[in-house]
């Protein structure tokens, strides 16, 4: 909402509406390392538009199916009618004089609706565009859900091999500052120094690329919550 710069007025309103609706309306000063795995999901499912596109889906189901309905109910309403018509009287001083009077009259018209065939089938399709909608939610739900963890996963696995990169390049270096100090010392040869040299650059390239994987993982996990350009946004800053 506010990247397609709404009024602070609709974002707010917006915002607590889907808070209520996965009932977070209480969570929504905590950060997110502050909310539990489910808070987490419910908040990503919040945060993607195409569940929003299918909640009003099934909003605008209810609707039609409640309109449906009405239409089966018999009508029961209060008419009233107005009608004014002209009197005369003879008035001194002049050939005559034109009065109105008022005359209201009050009723009640009662509508049974016909051909109800039709509007039976009428509310029996609403019903079942409802259940549909009601299915297309859940299914995407589920869909949401296992994809999040499946990041989640990566994010993690790509977070272990980080740290296993950054210990293999402690190693390597300590082990290059070792091999240092016995080149200066005449106790190796210049040739097991490069190697242990290159050594030290494997494993620093091997660093890099799994740092890249990890940005690339969380990339993926921002994209799938539907957070992806709060958290570029976020990152630039």
């Known amino acids: ?86 009197s005369h009287s003879a008035v001194p001083g002049s050939d005559r004089s ?4 008022a005359t209201f009259t009050v009723g009640l018209s009662f509508a049974l609706p016909v051909g109800r065939r039709d509007a039976q089938a009428a509310v029996e399709i609403a019903v079942l565009k409802r259940r549909q909608a009601r299915l297309a939610i859940q299914q995407s739900e589920q869909s949401i859900t296992e994809t999040l963890k499946i990041k989640w996963r990566a994010v993690h696995a790509a977070q272990r091999r980080v740290a296993l990169s950054r210990q293999s390049v402690r190693v390597a270096e ?14 190796t040869t210049a040739q097991l120094l490069a190697l242990v040299h290159a050594d030290v650059t ?27 350009l709060s958290e570029l946004q976020l990152a630039a800053k």
Do not use: C, I
């Open 202 to 228: 494997r494993e620093a390239l091997a660093l890099e690329t799994a740092e890249a994987e990890h940005r690339k993982a969380l990339v993926d996990l921002w994209a799938a919550s539907g957070a992806l």
């Open 1 to 86: 909402l506010r990247a397609g710069k709404r009024p602070k007025a609709e974002v707010s309103r917006r915002t607590l509406e889907m808070l209520d609706y996965f009932h977070l309306a209480d969570k929504r000063d905590l950060y997110p390392n502050q909310l539990s795995a489910g808070q987490k999901q419910r908040t990503a499912l919040a945060r993607r538009g195409d569940h929003r596109a299918l909640r009003l889906q099934l909003r605008n189901a209810g609707v039609s199916v409640e309109a449906a309905r009405d239409a089966l109910r018999p009508k029961l309403d209060l008419v009233g009618n107005v009608s004014v018509g002209a």
């Open 98 to 101: 034109t009065h109105g009077r």
């Open 174 to 187: 300590t082990k290059l500052q070792n091999e240092q100090a016995r080149f200066r010392a005449g106790k």
